[in-house]
């Protein structure tokens, strides 16, 4: 690894320090450095365009979601992201796709599920908010955390004795 490369890997992770710290803006003036010279993995973009919604910098936040979707990027941060921007930005069609492929790619992924189902209750979609309950609960799993989840997906639609039973079993 060159000294331009292991300077560009620990901005990126200074970046990312400042974002768990929830220093979004700072972290947006290096993750958007980094977009400028050239780095433009998916990764990267993904915090950028992260960062760039925490501070509501719209015009950043598009640049990085039109240039994830140019790439078509399909890993999960990139597709939620995506459509939090897409919502937000009033561009329906494009959000709900972005849904569509998440559901399609990751159906049993109950964390993620339950970000997007809180995401389309934000956006005040209802219906398809307790489309995706049904779905995180219907998953086959026996992992506790996972139990957990549809145990409150559940709880979200009003049916306690199954809830309880989820509980139970987590």
């Known amino acids: ?21 929830g220093r979004y803006a700072e972290a947006l003036l290096l993750l958007h ?33 039109e240039e994830i979707d140019r790439q078509q990027c399909e890993g999960k941060d990139a597709l939620f992201w995506a459509a939090d921007y897409y919502f937000g930005s009033g561009q329906e069609m494009l959000a709900q796709r972005n849904i569509s492929q998440i559901r399609r790619l990751y159906p049993n992924d109950t ?24 779905q995180i609960a219907a998953v086959k799993t026996q992992d506790p955390l996972e139990l957990l989840d549809q145990a409150d997906a559940h709880l979200a639609l009003n049916q306690l004795a199954p809830a309880a039973q989820k509980a139970m079993e987590a």
């Open 111 to 134: 964390c993620l599920l339950w970000d997007v189902a809180e995401m389309l209750f934000d956006y005040e979609f209802q219906d398809q908010y307790e489309e995706i309950l049904r």
């Open 1 to 21: 690894m060159n000294g331009s490369d292991l300077f560009k890997e620990t901005t990126f992770h200074h970046a990312c320090s400042l974002m768990e710290d």
């Open 33 to 65: 450095k980094l977009v400028t010279d050239g780095e433009t993995g998916e990764e990267v973009l993904v915090c950028a365009l992260s960062s760039a919604l925490h501070t509501e910098n719209w015009d950043l936040a598009k640049r990085y979601a």
